[in-house]
């Protein structure tokens, strides 16, 4: 089986986010301001205050921007991509950070600095800083503005569904895969019963995943097929009317499992994938194969004399997918 990943999704998502939030496609922009907390609490704009930037996925030499009368500044130039850290510092102030600053999209950074030193930090000091967590006395605000709010939790929402996707789909792809290995075993040991009840639950695992739900429909077929023979042979014993009723019952529900199965397939359009290809026209074979055998046998049989009819517009369809006698012997035994 094969099932496509849901990862381009995500990536899909996360390359429209970017779009919808005003990505540069070289370089961006930020800007904000720094206040100074005073004594009663309340907040004033500093003017010269400095913000240095140092760049910290690479080694670079970094820029300094100044705040204006308001406290305002503006950074122009940054390498889309990189990431960055900003230190703002002001006289009579202790310096503050904010760390890990990436370059995707114009953020607003604030800062509210507290009375202190007045120090400027170097490079160094930056790092020892936000190596041991120390961002400085009330840490920085990036904001965005509504639009890019408004992306932003779009985003959040798309990806959250994608990744409740993926593991929905690797849950299933699990139980499908323990469904197949135990319902198969159980086959080979002639248990249809159980075979038929984990054929199901792999059915059920993901019921929209049609190259598995073909599958289990032909082993659904096969099983019911060998479970109608098997009620033939302890007729034949036994002459128990009750085992030649369930017999056909049995052979008649594998034929029809095997012929809706066929018209579903028929429908599926012919993917461009090879390999979902093969794998449908490999399910196509088996569901002709199962027909065809399910037909015969009550034929031959004598279970039902008409079928004999059936097998006649039937067979040809499998002759023409399937040209080995060893196989069509295989399958109509």
Known sequence: ???KSLITSLFIITVLFAANIGVSAQTFISHGKVEMRQADGTTVPVEGALIDVFRTDISSKGVTAKTNKKGEYNIVGLA???VFLFAASAPGASP???????GSVEKEYNFVLSAGDGKRLALEEVLQLKSAGNFGTSGGEAKLSPEQKKAQEEFEKKKKEVEDKNSRV???DKTIATAQKEGVDALKAKNYDLALAKFDEGIQADPDYVQSVTMFRNFRSEALRGRGFEKHVSWVTTKDASLRAASKTDLQAAYDEAKSN???IQKVPVSTDPKEADFMAKNKYNALAN???AL???AVNEIDMSKAEEIKSIYPQFLAVETDPAKIADKCS
């Open 1 to 3: 089986m094969y099932r």
């Open 80 to 82: 889309f991509g990189g």
């Open 96 to 102: 503050q950070i904010i760390p890990d600053i990436r």
């Open 170 to 172: 690797q849950n299933a």
């Open 262 to 264: 066929l018209e579903n």
């Open 291 to 293: 027909m065809s055998s």
């Open 296 to 298: 015969y046998l009550m």
